[in-house]
């Protein structure tokens, strides 16, 4: 068996999450429900828990649970408190990842969220996580200005390269990592940890154009 990645005893055990945002529109109900998918690309199974800054504001099945080795698990978010009062306001979510039987945090990602009128805007806020119960409750955040240019866009199309980017990125954090055994794959289709925070890292920028596309 593959002994523990050392940085499970710092704490910055890498945590791979796509997509790295979630962005709501109020007028647009297809997006009121967002997919957070958690890899798991070790040999170890990993709990994880998700937190929000704001958790009244979202609904999330499942917010805790565990993700088996080499699998991913979706977990799913619903905004349910649509409203003018909440456009512009920057939510963060903290997906934390403990290794079984233990209560001490291996490591952790933060995915931001936004809920914008329509396609525009840049925001920011202040980060206090709360934990997120399957019934959500909770504080919620600051109400901040947004910059909205008059005569913007965001019309295009994402193109077949991003998209191939997106799903070789995706395909990189299933594959084996140096270390692993019982490897079936051959031995170039085994990468470090170092080269899946590069492909998480790529995945995470294509994410934020195919958002805004």
């Known amino acids: 068996m593959q002994s523990p990645p050392s940085s499970l005893s710092d704490g910055k055990l890498p945590v791979f999450v796509f997509p790295s945002s979630l962005i709501f529109y109020s007028d647009d109900q297809s997006t009121h429900k967002q997919v957070l998918t958690l890899y798991n690309p070790y040999e170890m199974a990993l709990r994880f828990k998700v937190q929000c800054t704001a958790p009244k504001k979202y609904s999330v099945i499942d917010p805790e649970g565990v993700v088996k080795p080499r699998c991913c698990v979706d977990v799913v978010i619903r905004h349910v408190d649509i409203c003018i009062k909440h456009e512009g306001v920057l939510d963060k979510f903290r997906i934390q990842v403990y290794e079984q039987g233990s209560r001490k945090m291996a490591g952790k990602k933060e995915v931001t969220s936004v809920l914008y009128p329509t396609r525009d805007s840049q925001v920011k806020s202040e980060d206090t996580f709360e934990s997120l119960p399957t019934v959500p409750g909770g504080k919620m955040?600051?109400?901040?200005?947004?910059?909205?240019?008059?005569?913007?866009?965001?019309s295009t199309s994402p193109s077949l390269v991003i998209i191939m980017a997106a799903i070789a990125c995706i395909a990189a954090l299933m594959l084996p990592t140096v270390g692993d055994k019982n490897i079936k794959v051959p031995e170039y289709l085994v990468l470090s940890v170092n080269q899946k925070l590069i492909a998480a890292y790529v995945l995470g920028l294509v994410t934020m154009v195919l958002l805004r596309t």
């Open 141 to 154: 955040g600051e109400q901040l200005s947004i910059p909205i240019r008059p005569g913007q866009s965001q």
